[in-house]
């Protein structure tokens, strides 16, 4: 069974601040995917990366997948309160609609 | 173009019950999958149907079941209610291609208290 660990737990950082959150698999991605969900709602996609080695940008959020396929980092450039909340890496089969999702990495940014 | 909709979004019961619970998928869509979200183990799969068909399944018991109408509508129902129960119940949709990357869209969920 594939397991996905996230770190850190939890991250609390003023405005401004720039911050790295990571996701370890135990076995290599079929895709993975980066979803930021918010208190009452459900995850919303933010990237999908399939080849090792890619890097990947959203304005502030720069998205990179490890060469072996096994690792991802998520780095957010000058953090705002609005990039609070829950970050929750995934990896998606291409035949279903099963995701396994890690723990996830709890966001907090203070003005 | 319509989000994901679930339905109730909160919801109260009492162990030994049982619950429905409803999810429409983007107009569309005919892949549904259900997610249960708890503090401690996260989000984890339970099942997804594809065309009225359960076409992956969790590691869930056999009190939680769901169905798919022709219309893509999807409903999970939880039996015999017991506390541990008590979870953040997501519904996502996509496209659901056999061959590819299908984007999922997950809808606001449904929060279950089971008292």
């Known amino acids: 069974t594939q397991l996905l660990e996230q770190s850190p737990q939890f991250l609390s950082i003023q405005e401004g601040e720039n911050l790295t959150v990571y996701c370890n698999s135990s076995?290599?991605?079929?895709?993975l995917q980066w979803y930021r969900q918010e208190p009452g709602e459900g995850p919303v996609l933010l990237v999908t990366?399939?080849?090792?080695?890619e890097v990947k940008k959203l304005k502030r959020l720069t998205f990179q997948f490890g060469d072996a396929r096994k690792d991802s980092s998520l780095h957010i450039t000058a953090a705002q309160p609005g990039d609070t909340g829950l970050y929750l890496c995934?990896?998606?089969?291409?035949?279903?609609?099963?995701?396994?999702f890690g723990q996830g990495t709890t966001l907090q940014v203070k003005p | 173009k319509a989000g994901v909709t679930q339905t109730p979004r909160y919801l109260i019961k009492t162990r030994g019950q049982q619950v429905t619970l409803s999810c429409s998928p983007i107009?569309?869509?005919?892949?549904v999958s259900w997610y249960q979200q708890t503090p401690g183990q996260g989000l984890q799969f339970l099942f997804e149907?594809?065309?009225?068909?359960?076409?992956n399944k969790g590691n869930f018991p056999g009190r939680f079941s769901g169905r798919q109408f022709s219309n893509s509508r999807s409903e999970m129902n939880v039996s015999t209610l017991e506390l541990g129960d008590s979870a953040l119940y997501l519904c996502?949709?996509?496209?659901?291609?056999?061959?590819?990357?299908?984007?999922?869209?997950f809808g606001p969920g449904t929060r279950l208290t089971v008292t």
């Open positions: 995934a990896d998606g089969s291409s035949n279903t609609g099963k995701l396994i």
């Open positions: 076995s290599v991605f079929s895709s």
């Open positions: 996502a949709s996509s496209l659901g291609r056999l061959a590819g990357l299908s984007v999922q869209y």
């Open positions: 149907y594809f065309s009225e068909t359960q076409r």
């Open positions: 107009s569309g869509h005919r892949s």
């Open positions: 990366v399939v080849t090792g080695g």
